[in-house]
């Protein structure tokens, strides 16, 4: 699932559509398809004092950007930035969360994206989600 063999995911069995592990293979068992979820790696560090600027950058040039916010948040002995923002798009308001860990080679990042209606349906997921993530070398 991702490219250098630093970082695991281990996730809910349920979510997982085959085999192939060099694709990404989770699903949420959403019917409707309502939350999406990405992962990227970096060859380089995300800066401490332009983090928020990067990120937010990231979803300016799909909409509007209101309620940004960025905090630091452990996730299984790891610090990460957790960000929270919504996203006006069309007409519709996404929610989106995720993190950035600043860790071996480089940055990680995990985002999730659900129409502001289902984030309620689908924090849970998320959440259980995050827990499943670190270092493959600890």
């Known amino acids: 699932?991702?490219?250098?063999?630093?970082y695991k995911i281990d996730y809910n069995k349920s979510w997982i559509k085959s085999d192939n592990q060099t694709e990404w293979d989770a699903v949420f068992n959403d019917t409707y398809n309502l939350v999406t979820c990405s992962y990227k790696e970096f060859d380089y560090f995300f800066p401490e004092?332009?983090?928020?600027?990067?990120v937010k950058e990231q979803y300016t040039s799909i909409g509007k950007v209101t309620n940004f916010k960025i905090?630091?948040?452990?996730?299984?002995?790891l610090e990460v930035d957790y960000f929270e923002c919504q996203l006006e798009y069309q007409g519709f308001e996404y929610i989106y969360q995720g993190f950035v860990y600043n860790g071996i080679g480089g940055s990680v990042e995990i985002q999730f994206g659900?129409?502001?209606e289902g984030i309620t349906q689908y924090q849970k997921l998320i959440d259980e989600f995050c827990l499943g993530f670190g270092l493959v070398i600890e």
């Open 1 to 6: 699932m991702e490219k250098k063999g630093l």
């Open 49 to 54: 004092k332009s983090l928020k600027k990067s």
């Open 71 to 77: 905090q630091k948040k452990k996730l299984n002995n």
């Open 114 to 116: 659900v129409q502001k």
